[in-house]
């Protein structure tokens, strides 16, 4: 409410010492990161404006290098950019995620990953989910052919519940996602991604 309660019992239910957000270790901050805009970007990217809220103070007053991490493969897709202060406890920064350059397995990947931002302070690293409102459309983009990599269409979308997660589906899509997916997911060895990358070239 705008108001503190006026009874000694009712301010009991406020009391959040126990959470003790001003000392306890940094990793646990109680720092919550909001997607305030999402705006469709050049080709398969999307542009997000990223809001974190400090109500400790546990930030240094300042800009902050921010990372956002993506994972749909075995190599993790990180795109750094600054959150700026907007007033005390409150940052915002604008980033753009190009979901063409995250890095997937040869045979393709089917599945969704949820982005996650990760802060630095004094050795100390935070890591928090990224949460974004149900009014977001549902934005979907095909990722096409390179590196030996099948197409894929890829949906950027706010889980079905608030608060949620952004999350990204990835959809193997063509020919060569029918052809080599199945079979190279089960038979994921060296040798096989080698085989699967030598169809996949010579199929597309």
């Not at 646990?28 to 990223?50: F, K, N, Q, W, Y």
């Not at 915002?92 to 949820?114: I, M, N, Q, S, Y």
Request: hydrophobic share 40%; proline share 10%.
């Amino acid at each position: 409410g705008e108001e503190v309660p006026g009874s000694a019992e009712a301010r009991r239910e406020l009391d959040l010492t126990d959470l003790e957000l001003d000392t306890r270790p940094f990793f646990t901050a109680l720092l919550r990161h909001e997607i305030t805009d999402l705006a469709r970007g050049p080709g398969a990217s999307i542009d997000l404006t990223v809001r974190t809220y400090d109500p400790a103070l546990r930030l240094p007053v300042g800009p902050q290098r921010a990372t956002l991490y993506l994972s749909p493969g075995r190599r993790r897709l990180t795109v750094p950019f600054r959150l700026s202060p907007v007033r005390p406890g409150v940052f915002e920064g604008r980033v753009r995620l190009d979901l063409a350059a995250a890095r997937l397995p040869v045979h393709g990947f089917e599945g969704l990953r949820h982005p996650v931002l990760r802060l630095r302070h004094q050795g100390r690293v935070h890591t928090g989910i990224l949460l974004a409102p149900l009014r977001f459309p549902a934005l979907t983009a095909r990722v096409p052919y390179h590196a030996g990599t099948t197409p894929h269409r890829v949906t950027v979308e706010p889980e079905g519940h608030n608060p949620g997660r952004l999350q990204v589906h990835w959809q193997p899509v063509g020919t060569t996602a029918t052809l080599l997916h199945p079979a190279a997911r089960r038979l994921s060895t060296p040798r096989t991604r080698r085989a699967a990358r030598l169809a996949a070239n010579i199929l597309h």
